[in-house]
């Protein structure tokens, strides 16, 4: 009893404060998915979605939607196949092989994912879009999701440099508000319910974190190779 009490205390100093922040916020992003995917695919729950939409129904002209449709260029798959092989060339350069090879990872990582989850929840989007329709399925958003994996993705490289800390802050939030814009574009543009949305954020976050997890676990252990 006293030893595994020891264990706990002497494992407990080990871990700082933001891992323990970021396994809550995982293990919540997980939870949250869960209980949306049950009660939109099982129980077929959407009042809070449309109620969503008549919300945003008399904000809804044509300028607004005009900038939204730019504003969701920001997650689209071609600007991401660019910016991703923007950045995994620009560290190729720098000879950082590792580095390169993660952020290709996470970026066709994330991609696989909400593919493959589209396939199974199979949810038909919303009607009415406004702008031209997509044929695959709604749930989860794919723009939230890989959106949110490419901006958290460069808060963790930003955390990474030498840039001053103040910055660092400002640039991340920057970058995590840019996120959930691109996500807020989709419902208004019809192309997706809230749910599809928060769903996908809750996925992109959960993805994010194990990829970083495993990339600087990697790392230590290379660190710790003769």
């Not at 008549?54 to 260029?73: D, F, R």
């Not at 695959?136 to 490419?150: L, R, Y």
Request: charged fraction near 15%; include cysteine.
């Amino acid at each position: 009893m006293k030893s595994s009490k020891k264990f706990i205390e002497t494992y407990s100093k080990k871990l700082s404060w933001w891992i323990v922040i970021v396994i809550a916020l995982f293990v919540a992003a997980l939870l949250s998915f869960t209980y949306i995917a049950h009660e939109i695919i099982l129980e077929q729950e959407e009042y809070v979605d449309h109620q969503f939409f008549q919300i945003l129904s008399p904000h809804i002209n044509a300028p607004l939607t005009g900038i939204m449709e730019i504003i969701t260029y920001g997650a689209s798959g071609r600007f991401l196949q660019i910016v991703y092989g923007l950045l995994v060339m620009g560290y190729l350069i720098k000879k950082n092989w590792k580095r390169a090879i993660e952020i290709a990872v996470i970026g066709l990582g994330g991609f696989v994912i909400n593919y493959f989850m589209k396939l199974s929840f199979q949810r038909q989007r919303p009607p009415d879009p406004l702008i031209e329709p997509l044929q695959n399925f709604s749930f989860p958003s794919g723009h939230a999701t890989s959106g949110f994996i490419f901006y958290g993705l460069l808060v963790y490289l930003l955390w990474k440099s030498k840039l001053k800390q103040v910055y660092k802050y400002i640039f991340s939030s920057v970058l995590i508000i840019i996120a959930f814009i691109i996500g807020f574009s989709r419902i208004y543009l019809r192309l997706h319910y809230l749910s599809d949305v928060v769903a996908g954020f809750c996925i992109g976050f959960a993805w994010l974190a194990v990829a970083i997890w495993m990339m600087e676990r990697l790392k230590r252990e290379a660190d710790r190779e003769p």
